[in-house]
């Protein structure tokens, strides 16, 4: 009995350390500060309180001499906000600026000491954070004015003192374990419904004829992104908490969930572009339609994968407000996903001109449009950040968007494969070989007559 009561004191006390937080937001690494130069360490957001006439947020940093260098040295820690009057992001005037005139425009600043520096415990810096209009990036930057280069190591702890369990997050990302968890949730559903629906297809197959299993592939490929789709919302969910827990979260995961995202992505550009072509709606899917899906959008998940990656983990990215996808590199992939979407609306063009005196040009006309919609949400997220909201809600406004559009549109697919379902216009069985539709409606009248003629005319003796 005692056994069994420390075994449960020990799973308890196992969760609490899974859901404690630390103090704050964890960064640090080791850099070569060059000869008047300037570098940005780690951005955050801090949040603001209009009632609150104290800080709202902490910043502790510690710097230390290593490498063997030798002193004196001429650096300081400075602070920036994202103000017009102190640092707004890159620019060719900001590097002409000599150490004293970027010291001018630094919130406040701290100058190394060697002495302190070279101890084995550093110097500790302590700043504390206060605004009252509205929540900024914040931007914490070692700068030379000695002329020497100097290698130097850090380590800064973040926190915003008004956002409880989550004051280790930036402003920007408060919200994100609740948008995830959300979104884990939704998923799980999905996932489970269109379970449902591959089982009763699988059932209905092994009575039916052939072309009921050639249509097997749309489910299965819908299932698959549905499963990629929650392998990344419990991966973010599970990386936010370990930040709440260390302060850092769990990077691997953040990457794999990056990747799963894209994937998930990929697989739902499959689908739409094989419902233009009337997929699984007139024609019948098979596998191969699935692979030359695959081998024309694949450099597209690579470019988008190795982008996610950039912009999170980028040292340019920690110096600019920029939204990932406002960038250069950015506007090149929106220019891709516009392509893509050129090619989804002439592919539904041509079906919709086969198919439009049938039941299913209904669904061309209104589905089909409504689809097209996703593929704009990337180009309609960038222009948000770069016209409408704030820095410090570009994230979580952007992030929302993208994955509660995509959830969406994955619901709706689940909905139109559900057993029953008579309203749908997806067809996973009884469906015709792939031809034209007029084509097939005019080997069916003729079929259809000569068998008439056949049966009126009476066999001879």
């Known amino acids: 009995m005692l056994r069994g009561q420390a075994a449960r004191m020990q799973i308890w006390a196992l969760i609490a350390c899974c859901f404690a937080s630390v103090s704050a937001k964890k960064a640090g690494g080791s850099i070569l500060l060059t000869a008047n130069s300037t570098v940005f360490l780690e951005k955050f957001s801090f949040g603001h309180n209009p009632d609150r006439m104290t800080h709202t947020g902490h910043l502790n940093v510690t710097v230390w001499a290593v490498g063997g260098a030798t002193g004196p040295i001429s650096a300081e ?54 605004q009252r209009l509205h929540a900024r990036f914040w931007y ?119 990747l799963l995202a894209v994937s998930s992505s990929f697989v739902l550009v499959s689908l739409l572009l094989l419902v233009s072509e009337g997929k699984c709606v007139s024609y019948v899917m098979v596998a191969s339609d699935v692979h030359s899906k695959m081998r024309l959008l694949g450099p597209f998940l690579l470019s988008c994968f190795m982008l996610e990656l950039w912009g999170e983990y980028s040292v340019s990215q920690k110096a600019t407000t920029d939204y990932v996808y406002t960038t250069p590199c950015g506007w090149a992939l929106i220019f891709v996903d516009l392509l893509l979407l050129g090619a989804y609306l002439r592919n539904l063009n041509r079906t919709y001109i086969a198919e439009q005196d049938r039941s299913e040009g209904i669904f061309y006309q209104t589905w089909g449009i409504v689809y097209s919609l996703w593929f704009l949400v990337l180009p309609f997220t960038a222009w948000l950040a770069q016209a409408v909201y704030q820095p410090y809600s570009w994230y979580m406004v952007c992030t929302s968007v993208k994955k509660g559009t995509t959830a969406l549109v994955y619901a709706s697919l689940v909905a139109g494969l559900w057993p029953g379902n008579v309203r749908s216009y997806f067809k996973l069985v009884d469906l015709q070989p792939d031809l034209p539709a007029l084509l097939h409606r005019g080997m069916e009248a003729f079929t259809d007559l000569s068998f008439k003629k056949f049966a009126q005319e009476p066999l001879s003796p």
């Open 140 to 258: 914490l930057v070692l700068a030379d004015c000695s002329g020497d280069d100097v290698r130097l190591k850090w380590q800064a702890n973040f926190s915003n003192v008004d956002f409880g369990f989550a004051h280790e997050f930036s402003a920007e990302r408060q919200y994100s374990p609740f948008v995830f968890l959300a979104l884990s949730v939704a998923y799980g559903c999905l996932v489970a419904f269109q379970r449902h629906v591959n089982q009763s297809l699988a059932k209905h197959s092994r009575s039916d004829s052939a072309n009921n299993k050639a249509a097997h592939p749309f489910a299965r490929l819908l299932l698959l992104g549905l499963g990629l789709a929650l392998g990344e919302s419990l991966l973010m969910t599970l990386h936010y908490a370990c930040y709440m827990y260390n302060g850092v979260g769990a990077a691997f995961a953040d990457q794999v969930a990056q």
């Open 77 to 130: 820690v400075l602070l920036l906000d994202d103000e017009l009057h102190s640092y707004t992001g890159p620019s060719r005037q900001w590097d002409a600026l000599t150490c004293e005139e970027k010291r001018k425009h630094a919130k406040t600043s701290d100058r190394l000491d060697w002495r302190e520096v070279s101890r084995p415990q550093g110097k500790t810096m302590k700043f504390q954070i206060g």
